[in-house]
């Protein structure tokens, strides 16, 4: 499994050679083997990279990261299709029944929330907050027709950063963490749905006819709050956003999580994941599919 996410932030010059990554600032070169990355975030506008290595990327499946003036994520860049029998994996997505769809969806939500619930006991906070949540989870029904997932949200955000806070003010630091967290999550899930053969755009729950990544919005959730108890931790009494905070936003994908009974990477962990829920699809059952417990989350590995 390819387990380097690459952080550029030096103007610089990337290309493809001889099966490596070659990354030349000034006159010095670093050559990072293909086969080792699984994306690469680009954080200085002054980069520049060859077709060639556009194409490369595209073959061996490896994310692309664009971060705007802001050093905040802005594009995506990813192969189109690189499975063999995504046709076929296409059509179960479309086929799934859906009963089974809500099912799962329900149970997508129940650990979301779940998750959301642990952040709040392990940052000690109100017993009143976890009350509720446990709560919620009790009411989740199929396809979450009664939106207890957005109610969780809102008790669990209040309760992190208080009633004022808003998930929509960029203006709010640990909304800039977040984003870029989410983002980096959001990428690579979306490089592994690609290489199993899944059609980003066909959501579970997400239907949004101008967002590709439907189904990644819908994959992710159960492991947005590792990303919500990292960067809460990390940006707790800072002031900027700064460089070596999301140098270690990027490496969130390399922290540890015991996920079906192994310890290992995060990014093996969520790859493992994608790699069950095509098989949901191919079987048209999603009864074996293990969501991760941030009970079992390494926050980070030296």
């Known amino acids: ?105 329900r149970n997508v939500v129940i650990a979301k929330i779940e998750n959301q619930r642990k ?17 919620y989870i009790k009411e989740v029904m199929p396809n979450d027709v009664t939106n207890r997932e957005a109610h969780a949200a809102k008790v669990y955000f209040n309760q992190l950063m208080g009633k004022s806070f808003s998930r929509g003010d960029d203006n709010i630091l640990l909304n800039s963490g977040l984003n870029y967290g989410y983002t980096i999550m959001r990428s690579y899930i979306s490089r592994l749905c690609v290489g199993y053969g899944l059609n980003t755009q066909i959501g579970i729950h997400h239907h949004n006819e101008y967002n590709r990544f439907n189904l990644v919005d819908d994959l992710i959730e159960p492991f947005r709050p590792i990303v919500d108890l990292f960067v809460y931790r990390l940006l707790e009494g800072e002031e900027y956003f700064k460089s070596t905070h999301r140098e270690k936003i990027v490496n969130i994908l390399n922290h ?47």
């Not at 952040?119 to 446990?134: F, G, M």
């Not at 079906?260 to 790859?271: H, V």
Request: glycine content about 2%; aromatic content about 10%.
């Open 119 to 135: 952040v709040i006991t392990i940052l000690e906070r109100s017993d009143e907050s976890h009350n509720k949540l446990d709560a």
């Open 1 to 105: 499994m390819a387990f380097r996410v690459i952080f550029i932030e030096s103007d610089a010059v990337l290309k493809s050679k001889l099966d490596n990554l070659l990354v030349m600032v000034n006159e010095q070169e670093t050559w990072i083997p293909l086969t080792d990355i699984s994306m690469i975030v680009l954080d200085n506008l002054r980069t520049s990279m060859t077709s060639r290595l556009l194409c490369t990327l595209a073959k061996e499946n490896i994310a692309l990261v664009i971060c705007d003036q802001q050093h905040l994520p802005i594009g995506f860049y990813s192969c189109y299709d690189n499975h063999s029998r995504s046709s076929k994996i296409i059509g179960s997505q479309i086929q799934v029944e859906t009963t089974i769809i809500g099912e799962f969806w």
């Open 256 to 302: 540890k999580i015991i996920y079906k009974a192994k310890r290992q990477y995060l990014c093996n962990a969520i790859e493992t994941y994608i790699y069950s829920i095509s098989k949901g699809f191919n079987d048209q059952s999603f009864e074996h599919i293990e969501f991760p417990d941030i009970d079992n989350y390494v926050e980070e590995v030296e």
